[in-house]
């Protein structure tokens, strides 16, 4: 069965975006599908199905914790999760810990926040039911 949707975006909002704008650009180096002003959307994924926007908030922050009702954690999928951790702790991102294989979940991943204080994961998935990219 097909998925139900054709894409997918994810809206994130920040107080200072120009901030993530250039965290989003500069450190993961997503591509910017598009700029409406007062958000910019980026490519998540090759093939035009996946995106993140950051745009700017209306107010502040209700919570930090991702995992209360309401909250976030935005998850990218890559085969080289390590890869990723050295890159971005080279460009100065504070990661908390090393890439760590999750048994619960057959997962290998590591967690740092974006500019706005959002939760953002890196991570690769250790099973065989996964979809591969483009399948």
């Known amino acids: 069965m097909a998925a139900p949707f054709d894409q997918h975006v994810t809206f994130l909002y920040?107080?200072?975006?120009?901030?993530?704008w250039r965290f989003y650009e500069e450190v993961l180096g997503l591509p910017l599908?598009?700029?409406?002003?007062?958000?910019?959307?980026?490519a998540?994924?090759?093939g035009g199905r996946a995106f993140v926007g950051?745009?700017?908030?209306?107010?502040?922050r209700a919570a930090d914790n991702p995992r209360l009702e309401?909250?976030?954690v935005v998850?990218?999928?890559h085969q080289d999760v390590e890869g990723w951790h050295a890159r971005l702790r080279a460009k100065g991102i504070e990661v908390a810990s090393a890439p760590a294989y999750s048994a619960a979940y057959r997962v290998t991943s590591f967690f740092f926040r974006d500019p706005a204080g959002?939760?953002?994961?890196?991570?690769r998935f250790e099973r065989p039911d996964w979809p591969?990219?483009?399948?």
């Open 44 to 46: 998540v994924a090759p």
């Open 14 to 20: 920040a107080e200072d975006p120009e901030a993530s």
């Open 118 to 123: 959002y939760t953002l994961e890196i991570q």
């Open 54 to 60: 950051v745009c700017r908030a209306r107010g502040p």
């Open 132 to 135: 591969a990219p483009g399948g």
């Open 75 to 77: 998850t990218f999928v």
């Open 70 to 72: 309401g909250g976030a």
């Open 33 to 42: 599908a598009q700029d409406q002003g007062s958000c910019r959307i980026y």
